[in-house]
């Protein structure tokens, strides 16, 4: 997953909240609030505390807070210890940690 240290990465703070069509080339981190659509070229990473209603696409998505949505991973997934999901996954990989909530359908293979 991608993280600060990647470089191209754009961060949502803590305290934003935005809502629309969000489409980057990198990653995102999401601290704030969001409401919407977000397709990235690279990870999408929601932190804990976030609070996000949107479809997802993007090469990996972890989710770390709340979302209600769908999550199109082209490689992995991942609902962290943290994270509360309420929608479907695709994703070629799966994770799903213990003490996360998840509530929707998975499916897994290609693209």
């Not at 629309?20 to 919407?36: A, T, W």
């Not at 209600?68 to 695709?90: F, M, P, W």
């Amino acid at each position: 997953m991608a993280d600060a240290n990647d470089g191209d990465v754009t961060v949502l703070g803590r305290g934003a909240r935005l809502e629309g069509d969000f489409v980057i080339s990198g990653s995102i981190r999401i601290e704030g609030q969001f409401k919407g659509h977000i397709a990235a070229g690279g990870s999408v990473v929601l932190s804990p505390g976030s609070v996000v209603e949107a479809d997802i696409e993007g090469e990996d998505v972890s989710v770390g807070g709340t979302l209600r949505g769908n999550v199109h991973a082209k490689n992995r997934a991942e609902v962290t210890s943290a994270g509360r999901l309420q929608g479907d996954i695709a994703s070629r990989a799966l994770i799903v940690a213990e003490g996360a909530y998840f509530e929707g359908r998975s499916s897994m293979g290609g693209s």
